[in-house]
C-alpha cells in the first residue's frame, strides 16, 4: 500500500466514522435496492368496455362467495386488476384481502400466467397474450365462519353482500369510470334489499343495471328469509332482514319515529343526495353487527330485539340509523379532499374526521332525540356518559390533541387496546359531538337565538338536491360556513384550540353553559343501567377505575386511577370481594360499603396462574354520570334537542 492510498482510506474511514465503528468491519453490508411500482396509477378516462360480475352468494352453509368476472382488457401484456384496499366508511385500509382464494384468470377457456405484486399484495398481475381482448377471473371470498375471523356475513337464514369484498377492479382508472354490470345468486326463497334497483330476475339469479364501479360499491345487499320494508318517507325506505318472523313485527309507533327521524333531517339538512334511499336493517343474533354508510343507503345490523325488546336498544335507536342517514350528508356527499379518492388503492388522509364522524355523531343523538327514536331525559343521559368519558375519563387528553386520534383508524383499525382512557382512541366521534354542542351554544347564544347550527349544516350539506358525487372540502371551507353563520366569532382559532392544541380539559361548555351541569350522584341513569345490562358489565369507571363483567373479567381500566394503583389490568379476573366469591352485587355493596372512612374492598385477582389479594383504595361509593339541570327557562342544550 503506498501513501497515496492509505491517504484515501484514512479519508474514507475519516469521512464515515460512526458506520464504521458501528457494526464489526466482518459484517456484510447490503445496499437498498429501488423499489418500482409498475401499477399504473388511476387516471380519470373512460374504461373501455363493460365488466360483467356475478357473486353466487348461495353457499351460506360454508359462507363462501364464488365470484365469476369477464373483463374487457383494452391492450396486451401487464394487465392489473386490484382487490379493494382503503375502504370508504372504516377511513382505513382494511379491506380483507386474507380471504381472496382460488384466484384464476383465463382467456378464451385457457390459463394465464398470474403473479401477486409483492409492494401492494392487493394487486395481481395477469399476462394477457396478444389478440385477446376479455378475460375470466374467477375467484372466492372466504368470508369468515367464526367470529375470531371478522365479521360474519352469512348464517343460515341471511347475508350481508358487498360488492366492494366481492370484486376486482382494473388498475389505471378512476372507479366512477369503469362500466360494470352486476348480478347475484342468492339461496332459494330469499329476498334483497339494496340501493340498486333490479333489470331482471330468472330464479335465484337478480341482475343490476349497467352502473359505474364506484357507485356499485356504494351499493351493497342485504338477502334473507324473513324479509318486510316500511315506507318511511316518499324516497326513503327501511328494508329489515331478521332471524325470524316474529323479530319483524315493528309496532307502528315505531315506524312513526323512524319516520320523524327522516322528516328531521330533511328539515336540517333541506337537499337530498340521493334519488332514494334504503336502511338495510339486519336483526339478528348471528350475523355479524355493523353501521356502515353509503350515499344511497345504510348497512344496520343490530342484534335481535329491536323492534320486540325496544326498551333496552337504546344505543341503536341514538348512534346507529340517525347516525348511518346523516352520513349520507356529511361524509358521503360532503367529503374531504384529502379523504375523497379516485380509486380504493390511494390511501385516504382522516384529518377532518371530527367533521365527518364528530358532526354525524353530534346530529344522530339530536335527530334521535328531535324524532322521539330517543326520550330527551335518554339524550341527556347519554350526554352524560359522554361528557364523563371524554373529561374525567380520557386522562390521555394531556398528552394527545384530538386530531392526532383521526389517525387511529389506521394506526389501530379497531383492535382491542390495553389502556384506552390513556392511549386515546377515535375520540374524534364523541369528543367531536361535545365541540359541536358547544358550537351550537355560541351560535345561538351569540345571534341572541335567531340562528343555530341547523342553519350551518343547510349552508354546508343543504346544496345540489339529487347530486349523489362527492363534493369535497377543506378546513378553510368549514370555518367559511361558521364565519357565514356567525360572522362575530373567531372560528378558526376556537377549532384550532379544541381540535388541534393540547387541551387537557373537555369541551363541556355546550353543556355547562348550555342549561346544564355534569353531576355524579350513587344511582345511574337509565342509560347507564340498559348499557350496563347489555354488557353484561358494572360500570365502575368513576368509582374505582375500572369496568368488570358479571364473569368478573375486568374490560376497562382508568388510567391512574385506584385500581390501575392496584395493578389491575384488563384481562385481570376478579374471583372474590371481601373474602367471598364474586358477583355483581357483592362488587357493588364493597364499594358502597367503603365509602367515606369503609374499608377499602378486597379483591382476589387471578392474572394467568397468579392470584393476589389487592385492596381498591376508593372511598367515594358508588358514581355515574348525570346532566343536572341550571337555572330555569331553556337553555341552548334544550332548544337543540326540541323537534322542529
Ligand atoms: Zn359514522
Redesign the pocket.
Given at each position: 500500500m503506498g501513501r497515496a492510498a492509505l491517504a484515501v482510506l484514512l479519508s474514507t474511514c475519516l469521512a464515515t466514522p460512526a458506520a464504521a465503528q458501528l457494526v464489526p468491519a466482518l459484517n456484510s453490508r447490503p445496499e437498498a435496492t429501488a423499489k418500482v411500482d409498475t401499477i399504473p396509477p388511476a387516471r380519470d378516462i373512460a374504461y373501455p368496455g363493460t365488466i360483467q360480475l356475478t357473486v353466487d352468494a348461495s353457499d351460506v352453509t360454508r359462507a363462501i362467495f364464488r365470484i365469476h368476472e369477464h373483463v374487457p382488457v383494452p391492450h396486451p401484456g401487464d394487465f392489473v386488476l386490484l382487490y379493494p384496499k382503503w375502504l370508504p366508511?372504516n377511513h382505513s385500509p382494511s379491506g380483507q384481502i386474507n380471504k381472496v382464494a382460488g384466484f384464476r384468470a383465463t382467456a378464451n377457456g385457457r390459463d394465464l400466467k398470474w403473479v401477486r405484486d409483492t409492494l401492494d399484495v392487493y394487486a395481481f398481475h395477469v399476462d394477457v397474450p396478444q389478440g385477446v381482448t376479455a378475460i375470466d377471473v374467477d375467484f372466492q371470498y372466504v368470508s369468515p365462519t367464526a367470529g375470531n375471523q371478522g365479521r360474519i356475513v352469512a348464517t343460515p337464514d341471511m347475508a350481508s353482500i358487498e360488492w366492494i369484498a366481492n370484486s376486482l377492479y382494473p388498475a389505471g382508472y378512476y372507479v366512477r369510470d369503469i362500466p360494470i354490470q352486476a348480478s347475484v345468486i342468492v339461496p332459494a326463497g330469499w329476498r334483497v334489499a339494496t340501493a340498486l334497483r333490479p333489470s331482471g330476475q330468472i330464479g335465484n339469479k337478480i341482475d343490476y343495471p349497467v352502473t359505474s364501479y364506484e357507485i356499485l360499491m356504494d351499493s351493497p345487499l342485504i338477502a334473507g328469509a324473513h324479509y318486510r320494508r316500511f315506507e318511511l318517507s316518499p324516497k326513503v325506505a327501511l328494508d329489515v332482514i331478521a332471524d325470524n318472523e316474529p323479530e319483524l313485527a315493528a309496532k307502528p309507533e315505531q315506524i312513526d319515529a323512524h319516520k320523524r327521524m327522516v322528516d328531521q333531517a330533511l328539515k336540517v339538512f333541506g337537499a337530498q343526495h340521493y334519488d332514494h334511499y334504503d336502511f338495510l336493517l339486519t336483526i339478528s343474533d348471528y350475523l355479524g353487527g355493523e353501521?356502515l354508510?353509503h350515499h344511497r343507503s345504510s348497512e344496520d345490523g343490530v342484534k335481535r330485539g329491536y323492534f320486540i325488546d325496544w326498551d333496552h336498544h337504546l344505543t341503536d335507536r341514538s348512534s346507529l340509523m340517525p347516525?348511518?342517514y346523516t352520513?349520507s350528508w356529511d361524509?358521503k356527499y360532503r367529503r374531504a379532499a384529502d379523504l375523497w379518492t379516485p380509486d380504493y388503492r390511494t390511501p385516504m388522509q382522516d384529518t377532518l374526521m371530527w367533521m365527518y364522524?364528530g358532526q354525524?355523531?353530534f346530529w344522530g343523538y339530536v335527530l334521535a332525540a328531535r324524532s322521539g327514536m330517543l326520550t330527551k331525559q335518554d339524550t341527556l343521559d347519554a350526554i352524560a356518559s359522554t361528557a364523563a368519558t371524554y373529561g374525567p375519563g380520557t386522562p390521555g387528553r394531556v398528552w394527545r390533541p384530538l386530531e392526532d386520534t383521526t389517525n387511529d383508524p389506521i394506526i389501530a383499525q379497531r383492535s382491542p387496546q390495553p389502556w384506552r382512557s390513556w392511549q386515546r382512541s377515535e375520540d374524534y366521534?364523541s369528543e367531536g359531538q361535545l365541540i359541536w354542542i358547544d358550537v351550537d351554544r355560541i351560535i345561538r347564544q351569540q345571534s341572541g337565538g335567531k340562528k343555530s347550527i341547523d342553519d350551518f349544516a343547510r349552508a354546508f350539506f343543504g346544496m345540489r338536491d339529487g347530486d349523489y358525487g362527492e363534493l369535497t372540502y377543506t378546513f378553510d371551507d368549514i370555518v367559511a360556513t361558521l364565519n357565514k353563520v356567525l360572522p362575530s366569532f373567531d372560528w378558526r382559532g376556537y377549532l384550532q384550540r379544541r381540535v388541534y392544541a393540547i387541551a387537557p380539559e373537555a369541551p363541556l361548555e355546550g353543556i355547562t353553559q348550555g342549561g346544564y351541569r355534569l353531576v355524579f350522584t350513587d344511582k345511574p341513569s337509565n342509560w347507564t343501567k340498559v348499557s350496563e345490562m347489555v354488557r353484561k358489565t358494572g360500570e365502575f369507571t368513576y368509582s374505582g377505575g375500572f369496568t368488570v363483567g358479571h364473569d368478573g373479567k375486568v374490560s376497562s381500566v382508568l388510567w391512574d386511577s385506584p385500581a390501575f394503583n392496584a395493578g389491575i389490568t384488563i384481562g385481570s379476573e376478579v374471583l372474590a370481594v371481601n373474602g367471598r366469591k364474586y358477583d355483581m352485587d357483592a362488587i357493588k355493596q364493597a364499594i358502597k360499603d367503603a365509602a367515606g372512612s369503609g374499608p377499602a374492598p378486597e379483591l382476589l385477582i387471578q392474572d394467568g396462574d397468579v392470584y393476589r389479594t389487592v385492596k381498591l383504595d376508593w372511598h367515594g361509593g358508588l358514581r355515574y354520570p348525570h346532566l343536572e339541570k341550571v337555572g330555569k327557562g331553556e337553555g341552548t342544550l334544550d332548544a337543540l334537542l326540541a323537534p322542529r
Open positions: 366508511g353501521g354508510e347516525h348511518e352520513h361524509g364522524e354525524t355523531q366521534y
